[in-house]
């Protein structure tokens, strides 16, 4: 059962309220912190509203582009309370490729994704919704990406990454070019990444760069041993 907070932040995404959801989770990390309401307000609430907006049409682009809004803001003040905590790291990071796959038009999760990859430094190239296996690869090669990170919120899309993973191994990219998986659907049932191919996941956006950072190196071992 959500809380009494989760169910209020919910409702203040749902209205498009961006002040009222930031005074919420300022209000709360006052005692807290902003990286917990990840996990205890925004990651809930941001599921909430998206079964709400997969089930009904009473929830326009505009509120989706809002909900989207709220999110970064929240993110970005976990960026910045982590940097006041940790040193900091001028290095650029990637670059890295990612996009809803094919069919898929739930935007709001590889939006908060890019938006934290880009706060920890790393190069994004944000392919948009419903993109074809072929397109993915092709713009990893261009860009030099050695980690692919793909989206879905629902089972019947998240099943058209199997053709990405296939399109990988095709080209003889295998362990080369590392498939980040991600999406509601993913935290629901866990063995989906094994089903469609995926090296790795994340449970949420928070966790995306620490995952990034892993199938990198991973990527990068694998090709010392095609060398």
Known sequence: MPTQLQHQLTQ????????????LVDNWAKDHSYEESISRLLEPALNAFGAVWASSDNVSLAQGYMAGKIAEDIMKKVYEEQKDNNAPDETKKG???????EDDYHSLGRKL????????????????????????VDKALETGAKVIGVSA????NALNIKKLRQEIDRRGLTGRLQLAVGGAIFVLRPKLVAETGGDGTARNALQTPALMEKLWRQAEEAEETTL
């Open 12 to 23: 203040f995404l749902l209205q498009a309220n961006r002040n009222a959801a930031n005074a």
């Open 95 to 101: 670059p890295v490729v990612v996009g809803n796959i």
């Open 113 to 136: 994704v890019a938006t934290f990859l880009r706060a920890d430094g790393w190069e994004v190239v944000d392919m948009g919704n419903d993109v074809p296996a072929e397109e993915f």
């Open 153 to 156: 919120m629902m089972h019947v």
